[in-house]
């Protein structure tokens, strides 16, 4: 009796590795992300729902000074092979004024109409946002 490979449908090489990972739904990222900034005293707040299982998701980071950071979701020639199935993020916007975050917002909205939008109230990003750039 010959032995079954899993998956059936994909052909046998030695040189692709393949994974069964799938990526977190959107729904379910947004709320685990907002959970750990409340347990940790900060505020978050979805603005905009999006797709629940694929939409992009943007993060506005508010500062007490008044400025804010944009995160967005990082282009695919950023993010390693290895950590495809994750959710990578990239800064768009580094202590902006608040005006010039909306205009770009407004410009993704445009572009993407099913996008995420959350705002979070935190000193530090920490690891709430996996940045790309990090995985040097």
Same mark, same amino acid.
């Given at each position: 009796?010959?032995?079954?490979?899993?998956?059936?449908?994909?052909?046998?090489?030695?040189?692709?590795?393949?994974?069964?990972?799938?990526?977190?739904?959107?729904?379910?990222?947004?709320?685990?992300?907002?959970?750990?900034?409340?347990?940790?005293? @900060?505020?978050?707040a979805v603005v905009e729902k999006g797709s629940d299982a694929s939409?992009?998701?943007?993060?506005?980071?508010?500062?007490?000074? @008044?400025?804010?950071?944009?995160? @967005? =979701?990082? =282009?695919?020639?950023?993010v390693m092979v290895e950590d495809r199935d994750d959710r990578q993020?990239?800064?768009?916007?580094?202590?902006?004024?608040?005006e010039t975050v909306s205009d770009l917002i407004a410009r993704e909205?445009?572009?993407?109409?099913?996008?995420?939008?959350?705002?979070?109230?935190?000193?530090?990003? @920490?690891?709430?946002?996996?940045?790309?750039?990090?995985?040097?």
């Open positions: 009796m010959r032995a079954m490979h899993w998956p059936p449908h994909l052909p046998i090489c030695p040189r692709i590795a393949y994974t069964l990972a799938m990526r977190i739904r959107s729904d379910i990222f947004v709320s685990a992300l907002t959970r750990r900034v409340f347990s940790a005293g @900060g505020f978050a939409g992009a998701i943007f993060i506005r980071q508010r500062f007490r000074d @008044g400025l804010e950071t944009l995160y @967005g =979701p990082a =282009p695919q020639s950023m993020f990239e800064i768009r916007l580094a202590r902006a004024e608040p909205q445009r572009f993407d109409s099913d996008l995420w939008l959350v705002e979070i109230e935190v000193d530090e990003i @920490g690891d709430y946002v996996p940045l790309a750039a990090d995985k040097d």
